[in-house]
């Protein structure tokens, strides 16, 4: 019962902006690390950045100083800057929440539905 949602996809021209969004609701009693990720056509997932719930951020090599990964934990939402775009960010790209569902329970991992982000050169 835990839905993420995803927003802020699109198409942008190179050396563009984009700020994704990822809203986890349903039953969350708390939210451990948040990342996203990333999968372009023909190519496997890959991870983006991630961000702990004390704040702590690993970005991939590929998009470090480019992205800035954050979190409103009021809001169960995590966002993903992006920068300075170029065509090789073309991808579908996913959120993944690290939910506890209740006191009593370990944390899962959830996936978003994904969000389609296009660079145009």
């Known amino acids: 019962q835990v839905q993420l949602v995803e927003s802020g996809g699109g198409l942008v021209q190179a050396g563009g902006s984009l700020r994704l969004s990822c809203a986890a609701s349903g039953s969350v009693f708390s939210i451990n690390a948040m990342g996203w990720y990333r999968q372009a056509p023909g190519k496997q997932r890959e991870l983006v950045a991630t961000i702990t719930s004390g704040g702590s951020t690993v970005y991939a090599d590929s998009v470090k100083g480019r992205c800035s990964i954050s979190r409103d934990n009021a809001k169960n939402t995590v966002y993903l800057q992006m920068n300075s775009l170029k065509p090789e960010d073309t991808a579908v790209y996913y959120c993944?929440?690290?939910?506890?569902?209740?006191?009593?329970?370990?944390?899962?991992?959830?996936w978003g539905q994904g969000t389609q982000v296009t660079v145009s050169s």
């Open positions: 993944n929440v690290d939910v506890v569902r209740s006191s009593s329970l370990s944390p899962r991992a959830y």
